[in-house]
């Protein structure tokens, strides 16, 4: 075990795995309190239009990802937004629009769409150090913003027009926290995949649902339960020798199912 991790590739992979376990629950509390679920699932379709792109025009695999991701979520936000960020009808249309698009695209390019599809599932041993630097930055981001306007959060959280009331840039708060959502959806990719982003996503937010009792213990819990389950998914597929990805996602519902919930 130690021999691996001395290799390039796998120390890479687990100090990316490492830091997105601990950072991207962060923003699954925001997807689950925004209640962007829907915005989510948009994303994850664009991911298979992101693919396409890079396959039929030959681009950089990660960097189209981004482009990709963050040019749904402006579509999103510019066609349907409403009073209370209810942005599910926009986030359908786009979510049909984009698998339509890459299937046209891998169609008229004679890309098969099986190569479009392998690309959703991610590996931490491919990740380079351009994109390891990506997801340490991403990750610091995360912290900074959570720590540095926790109590304007917390406002959107409890009650918008209040939030409103007290703060005129709430607005711009929701579109940066859905565009942090966006370039999360997309660097998960390279490391758990499309299909699996959930593992680190959401599942350790609901993990600590179970035992927060304040937003602020929210937060705390899920950053917590995602650095575990990375860490211990990530090893558990080195001595296995099984894929990250599913290791990552077992030890994810295996952490839901063991941890008790919270007595009132």
Same mark, same amino acid.
């Given at each position: 075990?130690?021999?691996?991790?001395?290799?390039?590739?796998?120390?890479?992979?687990?100090?990316?795995?490492?830091?997105?376990?601990?950072?991207?629950?962060?923003?699954?509390?925001?997807?689950?309190?925004?209640?962007?679920?829907?915005?989510?699932?948009?994303?994850?379709?664009?991911?298979?239009?992101?693919?396409?792109?890079?396959?039929?025009?030959?681009?950089?695999?990660?960097?189209?990802?981004?482009?990709?991701?963050?040019?749904?979520?402006?579509?999103?936000?510019?066609?349907?937004?409403?009073?209370?960020?209810?942005?599910?009808?926009?986030? %359908?249309?786009?979510?049909?629009?984009?698998?339509?698009?890459?299937?046209?695209?891998? %169609?008229?390019?004679?890309?098969? %769409?099986?190569?479009?599809?392998?690309?959703?599932?991610?590996?931490?041993?491919?990740?380079?150090?351009?994109?390891?630097?990506?997801?340490?930055?991403?990750?610091?981001?995360?912290?900074?913003?959570?720590?540095?306007?926790?109590?304007?959060?917390?406002?959107?959280?409890?009650?918008?027009?209040?939030?409103?009331?007290?703060?005129?840039?709430?607005?711009?708060?929701?579109?940066?926290?859905?565009?942090?959502?966006?370039?999360?959806?997309?660097?998960?990719?390279?490391?758990?995949?499309?299909?699996?982003?959930?593992?680190?996503?959401?599942?350790?937010?609901?993990?600590?649902?179970?035992?927060?009792?304040?937003?602020?213990?929210?937060?705390?819990?899920?950053?917590?339960?995602?650095?575990?389950?990375?860490?211990?998914?990530?090893?558990?597929?080195?001595?296995?020798?099984?894929?990250? %990805?599913?290791?990552?996602?077992?030890?994810?519902?295996?952490?839901?199912?063991?941890?008790?919930?919270?007595?009132?």
């Amino acid at each position: 075990m130690i021999e691996l991790l001395l290799l390039p590739p796998i120390l890479r992979g687990l100090v990316a795995i490492l830091a997105a376990g601990a950072s991207f629950p962060l923003s699954g509390v925001m997807v689950l309190r925004l209640n962007l679920l829907p915005i989510r699932y948009t994303l994850m379709h664009g991911l298979i239009l992101g693919g396409a792109l890079s396959l039929v025009f030959s681009l950089p695999v990660l960097p189209t990802y981004v482009i990709a991701s963050l040019a749904i979520v402006f579509l999103v936000l510019l066609i349907g937004r409403g009073r209370n960020l209810n942005l599910g009808i926009s986030s %359908s249309v786009l979510m049909v629009l984009a698998v339509a698009v890459a299937s046209l695209l891998t %169609s008229l390019s004679d890309v098969p %769409s099986k190569d479009t599809l392998d690309m959703l599932w991610g590996s931490p041993f491919t990740i380079g150090k351009a994109e390891l630097t990506a997801f340490l930055l991403l990750s610091a981001c995360l912290f900074i913003y959570v720590v540095s306007f926790f109590r304007t959060i917390s406002l959107i959280f409890f009650d918008r027009d209040v939030a409103l009331s007290i703060n005129r840039h709430i607005k711009l708060h929701e579109d940066v926290m859905v565009m942090l959502l966006a370039l999360t959806v997309a660097l998960s990719m390279r490391f758990v995949g499309a299909l699996l982003i959930d593992a680190l996503l959401i599942i350790p937010v609901i993990c600590a649902y179970k035992v927060a009792r304040s937003l602020k213990t929210l937060f705390i819990y899920s950053s917590l339960f995602g650095f575990l389950i990375a860490f211990l998914g990530y090893f558990a597929s080195l001595y296995f020798d099984v894929p990250p %990805s599913g290791a990552i996602a077992i030890t994810s519902g295996v952490f839901y199912i063991l941890i008790p919930k919270r007595k009132n």
